[in-house]
């Protein structure tokens, strides 16, 4: 029992040397997760409106080299919780059994990949758009990346768009495939360091 | 960058001494990176083919400030996910997000009886009902916790039953909250994480 406490101040020191922007005065990374950050968003359907939150809570590392940022999101069906890394051009997606996904990256508009999720849902993620100016109840962002996705197996309209902010973070989302004709739209509205 | 080649160094090496280095491991749950379950699983629909659930024990969170969950991937049809746990010596703890964890797993007497609120306002009582011998494809599991769960403030038939064996694992369970119920997994198989 010692030794594993001993191994989890060694983990803890570590990770607060590893973590956190002020460790990376240049920090390249599309996405610059770091533990302790919570991004809260508006979510409106047209009807009704709420409040969605993503947390980066911790690590995960999966032997033999790669670590994941810990992300929890809240919906209004409950929390899950995703492992993302991010390079410079690309951002990543634990998905299991050693497997990964882009889940966003850069490249020229009109760049088009596909994965297949741990259930069997095809998705196809497009960049439709490169600079984009996205204002938010937070502020108004320049340079954003456009993403047009949508499930390729699944049944109705299943498209979603994401405005990401590189450097930064996702500042929208405008979801199609919550039901409905009205899209459900995310915008980003505060912003918790650590 | 080096800062977090220095961090990727050392949890290396901490993943490297996990496990075997605990001959006296002491956890209800004693689970490590790079095991892996393979369950059976057979639902009441007579048409439907038999399929297979994997869980493999893949890498380590750290949740700070002092937790650690294994991750543990897991497979079956149509669903994938990835579910945080961590187990102590009394009992096995699932991390359900925003720093939160309940308790899915006790080592207790029989009649013990706990509850706890999901994240997604579900209510989820859970009951250890009986200690039995338990027959998969796997082995013959003796002293096995019987644990019978249920949401209560869900509509419908909620049930789900686990037998957990001390110091192993979970090797079966059957669950009445799914379509085509009872489904009923049993443990096939399972491997132990290679040598260091």
Redesign the interface.
């Known amino acids: 029992m010692k030794a594993r406490i001993l191994f989890s101040s060694l983990l803890l020191f570590v990770f607060s040397l590893s973590l956190g922007p002020s460790a990376f005065a240049a920090d390249t990374r599309l996405i610059p997760f770091a533990v302790g950050y919570s991004f809260v968003f508006h979510a409106s359907n047209g009807t009704n409106s709420w409040e969605e939150k993503m947390t980066s809570s911790g690590m995960t590392s999966i032997p033999s080299a790669l670590q994941y940022y810990t992300v929890d999101a809240s919906t209004q069906l409950g929390t899950g919780t995703r492992s993302l890394r991010s390079t410079p051009t690309t951002v990543y997606q634990y998905a299991g059994f050693g497997k990964e996904t882009v889940f966003w990256k850069t490249g020229a508009a009109g760049t088009t990949w596909k994965y297949t999720e741990g259930d069997g849902k095809i998705i196809e993620k497009k960049i439709v758009a490169l600079n984009q100016t996205v204002t938010v109840p937070y502020g108004t962002f320049t340079g954003c990346i456009k993403y047009q996705n949508r499930c390729t197996n699944c049944f109705g309209n299943t498209q979603w768009t994401e405005w990401i902010k590189p450097g930064f973070m996702m500042v929208k989302w405008q979801d199609y495939w919550s039901g409905g004709d009205t899209p459900t739209v995310h915008e980003l509205i505060s912003v918790t360091t650590p | 960058m080096k ?2 080649m ?3 160094s ?3 090496a ?2 490297s ?2 496990g075997s ?2 001959a006296a491991d ?1 956890r209800f749950i004693p689970i490590t ?2 095991q892996t379950f393979e369950f059976a699983v057979s639902d009441n629909n007579p048409s439907t083919p038999d399929w297979t659930e ?1 869980i ?1 024990v ?11 969950y294994y ?1 543990l ?3 079956g049809q ?5 579910i ?1 746990i961590r187990s102590t010596a009394a009992d096995v703890r699932q ?5 939160k964890e309940y308790i899915i797993w006790k080592k207790a007497a029989v009649g013990t009886v706990w509850s706890y609120i ?5 209510k989820i009582q859970r009951k250890i009902e009986a200690i039995e011998n338990v027959t998969v494809p796997a082995g013959t599991f003796t002293n096995c916790l019987k644990i019978h769960n249920k949401c209560a403030n869900c509509s419908g038939v909620t049930d789900w039953y686990e037998w957990v064996k001390p110091g192993f694992m979970m090797v079966k369970w059957v669950d009445y909250w799914a379509d085509n119920a009872p489904v009923t997994h049993r443990l096939k198989s399972w491997t132990a994480p290679a040598a260091p």
């Open positions: 800062a977090r220095l961090a990727l050392v949890l290396l901490v993943f001494l996990t280095s605990f002491t990176i790079g994997n493999a893949s890498g380590l969170a750290q949740i700070p400030p002092s937790l650690l991750t991937d897991q497979k149509g669903e994938s996910r990835l945080g991390y359900d997000g925003f720093g999901e994240n997604s306002g579900q």
